[in-house]
């Protein structure tokens, strides 16, 4: 009978714990063949933020990822935990269309609904100058295609972590005021 039980929960469990390391292999080896802008170009957009999710791991992040496929991300596909703080970050796969003012404001907004210490936009193309310089006004974060790979670059061979310091925070201004 305890063979039988054995058996029963051993193998599944085994198994399980095999594909889980295969799998952990398997997207360390994707991250170590980012090399240019075209090996991030020919990732899918899940494959994209696990190679976020990955890279921020290698700098001693503790990483959740969010959303995935089929399921709801609520604006943010990666959080990063360290030092006591929160970084959210929303990620856009996108090649040719620049990432604008307003998908900037919309995670901003979702950092304070979370009460995250930070948020961070990683993108693989570039950003409007609108959408610049309101990261510039409230320490939102832009990370472009070229900085990626510079990050993942730097958690591969071991060196620290080196992002824009964003400003202090402070309220958007608005227009009409």
């Known amino acids: 009978m305890l063979t039988a039980n054995v058996l029963a929960w051993g193998f599944p469990l085994t198994l399980f714990l095999v594909l889980a390391v295969l799998e952990r292999m398997a997207r360390l080896r994707r991250l170590r063949r980012q090399r240019v802008y075209a090996d991030l170009a020919a990732l899918s957009w899940v494959q994209f ?7 921020f791991r290698r700098h001693g992040y503790r990483v959740r990822e969010t959303g995935g496929r089929n399921q709801p991300d609520g604006g943010v596909d990666v959080v990063l935990q360290r030092d006591g703080e929160t970084t959210i970050v929303q990620a856009k796969h996108w090649r040719s269309d620049r990432v604008g003012v307003a998908l900037v ?3 901003y907004g979702v950092q304070h609904a979370m009460q995250a210490h930070h948020a961070m936009f ?7 100058a609108d959408a610049q310089a309101f990261a510039a006004e409230t320490g939102v974060t832009l990370v472009d295609g070229e900085q990626l790979l510079a990050i993942i670059r730097a958690g591969l061979d071991g060196a620290a972590l080196v992002l824009p310091e964003p400003p202090p925070m402070q309220a958007p201004s608005c227009p009409a005021c």
């Open 49 to 55: 933020e696990e190679v976020i999710a990955d890279a």
């Open 105 to 107: 404001r919309e995670l």
């Open 122 to 128: 990683v993108v693989l193309g570039r950003y409007t």
